[in-house]
């Protein structure tokens, strides 16, 4: 039997991963391989790098999984995306959405598994055994098997998203020996669907700016949220007993958009926005707390797309019932990858041997020898200094911005040090520097901040110390909140931060205590690195060509500082 687990994703944001009885030892979207943020297809390209980055050959291959039943990997652009949430309220699309695909759902639950066939076999792994497994245990298996800390603990662990495999949501026992699905919820009721139709629904692109919808509400007012939020809850709620989702019309919530869009007519954006944020995170509340109340279980983990709602998230861990709270990193689609790999590699090499993450930097290393012929070969002055860390945090204290590429590539949606664009946050200027410069953030969205772990009690409200080593939740700020205020959300003073250990990521580490050395703060600012509606950068080349084509005026690649 092969060594290796390759778990693969061909849907929305597609992505590979390999890994083996110990755990995960590579993975990457799509996107960052051919430049199409967000890609929607089968990931020829990772899973060619996956297999190129271990060595492995097709006969080292215990197995593929794939994260889902049903496939729909053929390609879709962004375009696509937004003229089929247009089609469903045509005539066709309703008799295509109310009575087709239920009727494909319940019939047909391996639809267009097939289409995998030729492209599997065309990178040598027609003869690799297949296994599909279902979406939502897919969604749960990131966050158990990535996130535990004692596999002999019982975890409550919860998924929800649009939509997979006919469900929207699942809670789970996992752990201690145990595997329990308690509940799902039916795809025709669910709440990461609505808000994809109100993203929809005000211009943006569904299934990728849901958190932009996020950014905007907190500039309502509470008032003014309360009353939208009651327009959301005539259509959504919880069963009974609060252990799932259940919609108050007779059509499901993809059917509803035209409905609730009248509600909606005449409410300023900010107020929808406020509105439908209140009710969400209401929703999640109710839901993980009586969750927590129906099994006893007080250390909650999470997966699915749902959860990359960060304002949610925070509410779900102040509930007074939870202990303990984590989603998995970047826990979109993404990720199903992810999950196919650890359920398949537990059903064939165990589960306790599996290693949860380590860290995140799951990528291409961009190697000192790449490093160095991007930076000799570039246009720009170079210089390769004996403290990199020193250099780059001395820049940072000056008021400059540093872009930085060096080391492996974080996986998934956040930035964490290795792609970043670094800054000091204690100039409220930086952010407009840094939107001219590169990034062309929508103008209410804020940037995050890195900080030492062992200072976030000097600058965040943290009294249960969650961790937040992947950006995953936001948190109050304390009243020295101006020390970082470029990172801060202007109107409610939250911020999402990464919380930066030594062992994580000592290179990066290594800047933050530089910078504190010099300033005195723990704490800098940080952003994907990439131009606007672009993957973040990848490879030294492609850092360069950022670099090149845009404000930035400093670049580390490597050990090599570039500067314009």
Known sequence: MGKYVLGIHGGH??????????????????????????????????IQTCLAEVGAEPSDLAGVAYGSQMVLAHYHSRDDVMRSYARQLTPQGKVRQRVLMPVRLATKPDWHQETLDAPLAALGLGSVPRTHWDHHPTHAATAYYGLRTDPDRRYLVLSCDGSGDGVCATVSVMGGGETTEISRTHWANSLGALYSWVTWGYGFVPLEHEYKLMG???????????????????????????????????????????????????????HVCAGL?????EMLAGWVDAA???TGIHHVLAGGGVFMNVKANKRIAELDSVESFQAFPSCGDETLSIGAYYLEAAKRFGGDGIGPLRNYYLGDTISDEDAKAAAEGSEFDSERPDDIATRVAEILAAGGVVARAAGPMEYGARALGNRSILADPSNSDVVRVINQMVK??????????????????????????????????????????????AAVHNADLTCRPQLLTEALNPEMY????????TTGRGVVLNTSFNLHGYPIVRTADEALKVFRNSGLTHLQVGPYLLSK
């Open 440 to 485: 062309k953030r929508d103008f209410w969205m804020p940037f995050a901040p890195m900080m030492l772990h062992e200072r976030q009690h000097e600058y965040l409200v943290n009294p249960k110390d969650l961790e937040s080593p992947y950006m995953m939740m936001t948190f109050d700020t304390r009243e020295n909140f101006r020390e970082f205020i």
């Open 277 to 281: 944020q209140l009710f969400t995170e």
């Open 292 to 294: 927590i109340r129906h």
């Open 216 to 270: 905007m509400a907190p500039y309502a007012s509470p008032d003014a949220a309360e009353k939208v939020a009651a327009i959301f809850r005539k259509y959504l709620g919880l069963t009974s007993d609060g252990l799932g989702f259940k919609r108050k019309h007779i059509l499901r919530i993809n059917d509803l958009w035209s409905t609730i869009s009248r509600d909606l007519r005449g409410v300023r954006f900010d």
């Open 13 to 46: 944001n597609a992505s590979a991963c390999i890994g083996d009885a110990e755990g995960i030892r590579f993975s990457i979207q799509e996107e960052r391989l051919v430049g199409e943020k967000n890609y929607w297809g089968f990931p020829t390209n990772a």
């Open 510 to 517: 290594g800047i933050l205590k530089a910078f504190e050395r």
